[in-house]
């Protein structure tokens, strides 16, 4: 397991917080630049990424890795496409949007992932909010009704992964996928979307998070009493630890919770969960968190972009839920968005394959994807400036 940075590297990912305190440039300003090298950058990647496929990563040795369709990040390339195209209004990558969201359209039938929300609702949600095409709303639909088929009374949850190695496993990111049941009860009048989301919500609120507000990654049911069996981590230092993305999710997903819901409950969640992250001693000045909050490597191991981004993205939209405590998240993800785009994080044109933000890491212990960029860091990254210059726009 690769879990140390090299010693060249810390001193640069340090030094970017002082990069970051010498700008003058206003942030609105900055964010126009990265969107526009953000479109420079994705234009670059559409020539790169073979018909057929989506892109996943760029490692310097192995160069690109796409995945198929059914793979759980496919929705977001074609969902960073849209939001560009949303903010500049270029044919080219509207083209490319349309092209890659066509190959995505059978998984509106893939009953085998809990990541329909992510796969589904990030491409065609965008999709149809911006070009509203009844196709794409029975395409969202189906994916509710695939994605509700993974639901169970009794344990009250969304099942994750149909591996055999757990009983029942659910997994915080699994609150990434409620959105899309929010949207599918609005649409067709029927609740049942509704009632699934709010209880998983809730099964999570009980059993996956600690009394400080920091969240196990796997929870393990019993599907015939709803008990819990084992709480334990995949993706993160120990058992234990608070994995960096798994908060993010966490994060993101709560507020999602109470933008839906309006119930206060929720609200509190995630101002709670934005408090334990922002408030830890383990973040670094840029606010960018190292893959694990806990790792016993800090300071010598790599840091998550796409957990920031993740983050980011929803502390903007917290900010105008959270009363007094909305102006200390605003600046916090403004921090973020400044940091990530300076030269420490923004990778150079046509570097790192098209991709535009660099240092992520996917999956430690499974000695996969470290220090690379990956599409849901790009999205959320894009997300985040696009919900960023929207509030600036209504002050
Ligand atoms: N949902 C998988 C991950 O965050 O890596």
Request: charged content about 20%.
């Amino acid at each position: 397991m690769i879990r140390k940075l090299p010693l060249t590297l810390i001193g640069t990912l340090l030094f970017s917080a002082t990069v970051f305190s010498q700008h003058k440039t206003p942030l609105l300003t900055l964010i126009d630049t990265a969107l526009n090298n953000a479109i420079r950058q994705y234009k670059y990647l559409a020539t790169q990424v073979p018909q057929g496929v989506m892109p996943k990563t760029y490692y310097p040795v192995k160069k690109l890795e796409t995945s198929s369709t059914s793979w759980w990040t496919s929705g977001f390339y074609p969902g960073s496409l849209l939001y560009l195209y949303e903010y500049s209004k270029d044919p080219a990558v509207k083209e490319e949007a349309l092209q890659r969201l066509a190959l995505l359209e059978k998984e509106q039938y893939n009953k085998g992932t809990h990541d329909l929300g992510f796969m589904m609702y990030c491409s065609y949600g965008n999709a149809n909010r911006l070009l509203h095409d009844k196709k794409y709303e029975e395409i969202m639909v189906n994916s509710a009704r695939s994605l509700s088929t993974r639901f169970n009374a009794t344990v009250g949850s969304i099942r994750s992964w149909d591996s055999k190695a757990w009983k029942w496993p659910v997994i915080i990111d699994n609150m990434m996928n409620l959105e899309l049941l929010f949207w599918a009860t609005r649409h067709t009048g029927d609740s049942s979307f509704y009632k699934i989301a709010v209880t998983h919500a809730n099964t999570t609120i009980k059993n996956h998070y600690r009394k400080d507000y920091s969240s196990w990654h796997v929870i393990d049911y019993d599907v015939n009493t709803g008990n819990v069996l084992a709480k334990k981590t995949a993706q993160g230092f120990a058992d234990s630890s608070a994995w960096a993305r798994g908060q993010s999710w966490g994060l993101y997903g709560f507020t999602v919770m109470y933008r839906e819901t309006k119930d206060k409950k929720y609200l509190a969640q995630a101002m709670h969960i934005a408090d334990f992250l922002l408030g830890h001693p383990n973040l670094p000045a840029d606010k960018i968190p190292y893959w694990d909050y806990n790792s016993v490597d800090i300071p010598a191991t790599y840091r998550d972009v796409s957990a920031a981004c993740v983050e980011a993205s929803a502390l903007i939209e917290l900010s105008r839920y959270a009363g007094a405590r909305g102006a200390a998240y605003l600046s916090a993800a403004e921090k973020i968005l400044g940091v990530l785009a300076t030269r420490t994080y923004t990778a150079a044109p046509q570097q790192i394959g098209g991709f535009i933000l660099k240092h992520s890491v996917g999956n430690i212990p499974g000695n996969s994807e470290i220090d690379v960029p990956l599409t849901y860091a790009d999205y959320y990254y894009i997300e985040a400036m696009m919900r960023y210059k929207a509030l600036k726009a209504k002050k």
